[in-house]
């Protein structure tokens, strides 16, 4: 068996600082690798686009002649980031492609041909992990543009060829403040032991609301935090914090390894990047019982439904003695989501799940799905449901009636709500 580390990305050459502002337009959707068996090294096949292909009509990106042959991928990455684009698409056989507030726009750029790929890898990958993507034929992993931007990577393989999508992170992490949260974030920040969840779809701003609230801690409280990531997006320096950022298959050979071993280490804080299986799950529980505050991610829609996919990965009999740890463990769930808004820009709507004594006493009998008429009650609390947050952002001017009605969970409440029938 290879092993399937992978030694560190060198760096790319330093570009000057560019400022960063607005929520972005997503967040990190963390990628499992397993383990497994590595075949010989194969040559991948030359891809050709069918006898026909042309770019979807759309907007192209403007972009001078110069750079339109021989482009590299570190102009790529600046032109998306210059015009606040959050992901870029590349493949053989394909016009390259960004993701601008969830629409995709196809670039003014010529179709990208096996040669002009494999230049762009080669920027960011080592030979031996270029090696590594013809052998699995996928390829996780994150760099960074000094003074510019961090990017998630992910490399596949598909009918056409080979393929490249590049998330990008700011270097600058957002406050709560910048991002207008709602002032029970920094609440929750103070706990000191317990389960807190951030819940949302791929590119909901999960990633971004959490590097907030560690921002927040780091400055502010003298806190010891261990994350454990796979791969590492947000980066962070210690402050009055002390701050140690863990990345799967650099740092650790497996996740779960890296959480137990958290527990040995002296944390106040453990940041898990992904709620994965039920080891997960039983080890974040195991380290929120025994008096740490723990961060986690799972992509679900709704505080019902998180609290329902945690219970859900044990067999009926099991379900008993974990909705008691569920129960006495959690603090709170944010499922979250971004909506356009008539700017032409992204706002965040939240629901917001506090684990009070009512909540806990449902959790308990097995009733989760009575909790949902408890939250938009308890506003005192803290407490909100997405239909409220639409409510809000309607009331302000910030989204039109047809925004609040495709984006709303429950659309015929939300239709009355605007009617004023609620």
Known sequence: MTDSRRPPIPPPPRIPAMPASGYPDAASEKTQVASQVMPPPVSLPTYSSPAGYSAPVNQPLP?????????????????????????IHLGVGEIPRFRERGQMVVSDHPETDEAT?????????????????????????????????????????????????????????????????????????????????????????????????????????????IS?????????????????????????????????????????????????DRETVNTALKAAQTGHLVFGTLHTNSAVKTIERILNLYNPE?????????????????????????????????EIMINTDAIKDYILRGEVEEIEAIIPQCTYDGMCTMNQCLQNLYEEGRINEETALEMSPKPNEMAQILRGRV
């Open 318 to 350: 099991e379900q008993g003695p974990m909705r008691m740890q569920v129960a006495e463990s959690l603090v709170a769930v944010i499922a979250q989501s971004l909506v356009r808004t008539t700017d032409g820009k992204r706002a965040a709507i939240y």
């Open 63 to 87: 972009l001078s002649p110069s750079l339109r042959a021989g482009v590299t991928l570190e102009q790529l990455v600046r032109e998306a980031h210059d015009q606040n684009r959050s992901d």
């Open 117 to 225: 790929f494999f230049s762009w890898i080669r920027e960011i990958l080592t030979e031996e992990q270029i090696e590594q993507f013809k052998r699995t034929l996928e390829y996780d992993g994150a760099a960074q543009y000094e003074g510019l931007v961090r990017v998630r990577i992910n490399i596949f393989v598909s009918l056409k060829g080979p393929s490249l999508v590049m998330r990008l992170i700011p270097l600058k992490i957002l406050t709560m403040e910048e991002l207008n949260l709602p002032p029970v974030f920094r609440d929750l920040c103070h706990y000191h032991k317990g389960l807190i969840l951030v819940t949302g779809p791929t590119g909901s701003g999960k990633s971004t609301t959490m590097a907030a609230m560690i921002d927040y801690i780091n400055h502010q409280m003298p806190k010891h935090i």
């Open 228 to 276: 454990i990531e796979d791969p590492v997006e947000f980066v962070h320096q210690s402050r009055k914090a002390l701050i140690k950022q863990r990345e799967v298959g650099i740092h650790t050979l497996k996740f779960d390894n890296a959480l137990k071993a958290a527990l040995r280490e002296d944390p106040d804080i453990i940041l898990i990047g992904e709620m994965r």
